[in-house]
């Protein structure tokens, strides 16, 4: 039979799973179990020589099922389906985003290295970063995004920490700026500092636009973290977190996961993969009202300015927009304005926009509303937030699957 390279979306129903080997369920059941029987002890014994790296697999053996804290079936089936959408040779998911970002950290950073890092991430990881990571003995280094490569290079060796310089982490798209960073660019001031004692892992949160419209691995990351609470679970009800990359740093991802004890269950496992099913068919439906909305808003005089990646053009930024188009498929589903006036103004809004819930999170099946200066980003300091625009008159939007004219209907009538 001919050979044929399916799309990812046409594998999330199936790829992985045996019906034969679970009484032929169609769906993939909930392992809810601790711990898996061994057939004999010489299987147990070579399970485990296995998963704490005593021995490399054989050419035909598998990692046996041991205990759900080292594989559960759940976990293992949507770990490969992850893979298939990044092109990753493996995949780790987490109990949550934060999880995964800060096992990455641990893992691959120790006192005295320094992490250089774009502003501004999301909250919960700027305060991990600023606040967490210098108790370890780690030194942070923060630039702008949307500055080119030559720039962040120059902050870099005007720190006098370069020799120091052991990861580089971003968000791009950022949160909340849906502000830019080139990939590649910090792929090669990693390359720059590589020494033979270390390789500097480029580490990507791709959250805002995975794993759909945009795949890191492909342009110079060496790992992608995700909040998989938001596209990828897409519907408000499960809290986790992913990490994807080669199986060289993957194999230290997971050992420490497994150590930490931070591993999705089964039940997030079976939650994410039905989310998966519907995860293209979602996220285009999102972009393409969010591109209705955008387009509406600025154009209302009672919006100061709109940052949405559509409108990014040749004469308006040349250099983001060249990102914009080597980077990424599509404008997404993230939108923040600044609203005229400020935080009293921005308020008023929210307090008065209909359909949209006023919560915060991204990427679900709803749309959701939001006031970063006081909310995901509250716990930064007010120097750092002015430094990359998030001040009281910015609104985060994340566009949901709704019906986009009564998306604008609501948003009319709140500015109204």
Same mark, same amino acid.
């Given at each position: =039979? @001919?050979?044929?390279?399916?799309?990812?979306?046409?594998?999330?129903?199936?790829?992985?799973?045996?019906?034969?080997?679970?009484?032929?369920?169609?769906?993939?059941?909930?392992?809810?179990?601790? !711990?898996?029987?061994?057939?004999?002890?010489?299987?147990?014994?070579?399970?485990?020589?296995?998963?704490?790296?005593?021995?490399?697999?054989?050419?035909?053996?598998?990692?046996?099922?041991?205990?759900?804290?080292?594989?559960?079936?759940? *976990?293992?089936?949507?770990?490969?389906? *992850?893979?298939?959408?990044?092109?990753?040779?493996?995949?780790?998911?987490? @109990?949550?985003?934060?999880?995964?970002?800060?096992?990455?950290?641990? /893992?691959?950073?120790?006192?005295?290295?320094?992490?250089?890092?774009?502003?501004?991430?999301?909250?919960?990881?700027?305060?991990?970063?600023?606040?967490?990571?210098?108790?370890?003995?780690?030194?942070?280094?923060?630039?702008?995004?949307?500055? &080119?490569?030559?720039?962040?290079? /120059?902050? +870099?060796?005007?720190?006098?920490?370069?020799?120091?310089?052991? =990861?580089?982490? =971003?968000?791009?798209?950022?949160?909340?700026?849906?502000?830019?960073?080139?990939?590649?660019?910090?792929?090669?001031?990693?390359?720059?500092?590589?020494?033979?004692?270390?390789?500097?892992?480029?580490?990507?949160?791709?959250?805002?636009?995975?794993? *759909?419209?945009?795949?890191?691995?492909?342009?110079?990351?060496?790992?992608?973290?995700?909040?998989?609470?938001?596209?990828?679970?897409?519907?408000?009800?499960?809290?986790?977190?992913?990490?994807?990359?080669?199986?060289?740093?993957?194999?230290?991802?997971?050992?420490?996961?497994?150590?930490?004890?931070?591993?999705?269950?089964?039940?997030?496992?079976?939650? *994410? =993969?039905?989310?998966?099913?519907?995860?293209?068919?979602?996220?285009?439906?999102?972009?393409?009202?969010?591109?209705?909305?955008?387009?509406?808003?600025?154009?209302?005089?009672?919006?100061?300015?709109?940052?949405?990646?559509?409108?990014?053009?040749?004469?308006?930024?040349?250099?983001?927009?060249?990102?914009?188009?080597?980077?990424?498929?599509?404008?997404?589903?993230?939108?923040?304005?600044?609203?005229?006036?400020?935080?009293?103004?921005?308020?008023?809004?929210?307090?008065?926009?209909?359909?949209?819930? +006023?919560?915060?999170?991204?990427?679900?099946?709803?749309?959701?509303?939001?006031?970063?200066?006081?909310? !995901?980003?509250?716990?930064?300091?007010?120097?750092?937030?002015?430094?990359?625009?998030?001040?009281?008159?910015?609104?985060?939007?994340?566009?949901?699957?709704?019906? &986009?004219?009564?998306?604008?209907?609501?948003?009319?009538?709140?500015?109204?």
């Amino acid at each position: =039979m @001919e050979k044929h390279n399916f799309s990812p979306e046409s594998l999330m129903m199936s790829y992985g799973y045996k019906a034969e080997l679970s009484e032929g369920a169609i769906k993939c059941p909930i392992f809810q179990t601790s !711990t898996f029987v061994f057939k004999t002890a010489e299987e147990g014994k070579a399970f485990f020589e296995i998963a704490y790296g005593k021995r490399d697999k054989g050419p035909a053996e598998e990692l046996g099922l041991i205990y759900s804290r080292v594989n559960n079936p759940d *976990l293992e089936i949507l770990e490969n389906r *992850l893979c298939l959408w990044d092109g990753a040779d493996e995949c780790a998911v987490f @109990e949550s985003g934060m999880s995964a970002i800060s096992t990455v950290m641990l /893992e691959f950073l120790r006192p005295g290295d320094l992490l250089l890092f774009g502003c501004p991430v999301y909250g919960g990881t700027d305060h991990f970063i600023r606040h967490v990571l210098p108790r370890f003995g780690i030194k942070v280094l923060g630039f702008p995004t949307g500055k &080119p490569k030559e720039a962040i290079r /120059e902050i +870099l060796a005007n720190s006098g920490m370069a020799d120091k310089l052991a =990861m580089i982490y =971003m968000e791009t798209p950022a949160n909340p700026t849906n502000a830019l960073t080139d990939i590649a660019g910090c792929k090669e001031i990693a390359i720059q500092y590589n020494s033979s004692e270390k390789n500097i892992p480029v580490v990507v949160d791709n959250t805002y636009m995975g794993p *759909l419209w945009s795949h890191p691995l492909k342009h110079g990351a060496d790992l992608v973290v995700y909040s998989a609470t938001k596209y990828i679970g897409g519907h408000s009800d499960v809290i986790a977190g992913a990490c994807l990359g080669s199986k060289e740093l993957m194999t230290r991802v997971r050992t420490l996961r497994t150590f930490l004890g931070n591993m999705a269950g089964p039940w997030t496992a079976w939650l *994410l =993969m039905r989310s998966l099913e519907t995860l293209k068919v979602r996220m285009e439906a999102q972009a393409a009202g969010a591109r209705v909305v955008a387009e509406f808003l600025v154009n209302h005089p009672k919006v100061e300015k709109v940052y949405y990646l559509g409108f990014l053009t040749p004469e308006n930024d040349p250099w983001q927009y060249s990102i914009h188009k080597k980077q990424y498929s599509s404008d997404g589903a993230m939108i923040s304005f600044d609203i005229k006036g400020g935080e009293k103004e921005a308020f008023e809004f929210l307090n008065r926009l209909k359909l949209f819930k +006023l919560a915060v999170s991204l990427g679900s099946t709803e749309s959701l509303a939001q006031h970063p200066d006081t909310m !995901t980003h509250s716990d930064m300091s007010v120097e750092d937030k002015l430094a990359i625009g998030i001040t009281g008159k910015l609104v985060r939007l994340s566009i949901g699957i709704e019906n &986009p004219s009564d998306l604008v209907y609501a948003i009319g009538k709140a500015l109204e």
